[in-house]
């Protein structure tokens, strides 16, 4: 991973099976706080807190957990990362995704996030992903 994480110097990342290229920064001035996602012409928010949280919920499964990817009208695999990520029991009650439309894929860009920050492994085959927490 390139980039520190800010508006003018984003992570540059790759999806897990390294098909897709796209950028992630931290918006701290947002409210509530978010990290953005530009893939391609399309802008996904997600809850900032998402990178903490997310590690702390990898580290109670204490084993691989699928990735299970979606779209926000698509509905998740149940116990998969995408699932967890809308789950109104998750810390922020509900879905970390904050642009109506677009709350979905959480399970396809916040985990190679996860594993450039020393936070996570994460499977890079064609499908059918899976992370579990460093």
């Known amino acids: 991973m ?3 994480g800010t508006a ?7 999806t897990a099976p390294g098909t ?10 947002a409210d509530p706080p978010a990290l953005v996602c530009q893939v391609g012409s399309t802008t996904l928010k997600y809850h900032l807190s998402a990178i903490d949280e997310l590690h ?3 580290r109670a499964q204490g ?9 926000e009208q698509k509905p998740a695999q149940p116990g998969t990362v995408e699932a967890w990520g809308r789950d109104a029991a998750n810390p ?3 879905w970390y995704g904050l642009r109506k439309g677009y709350r979905g894929r959480f399970g396809m ?3 190679p996030l996860l594993e450039a920050l020393g936070l996570a492994e994460l ?3 064609k499908r059918n992903n899976r992370m579990r927490a460093v």
């Open 123 to 125: 499977t890079h085959e």
């Open 2 to 4: 390139t980039g520190t």
């Open 8 to 14: 003018d110097d984003p992570w540059q990342l790759t």
């Open 109 to 111: 860009y916040l985990p």
């Open 56 to 58: 702390e919920w990898l």
């Open 20 to 29: 897709s290229a796209y950028t992630m920064y931290r918006d701290e001035s």
């Open 63 to 71: 084993d691989w957990v699928d990735l299970g990817a979606a779209d």
């Open 92 to 94: 922020v009650g509900g």
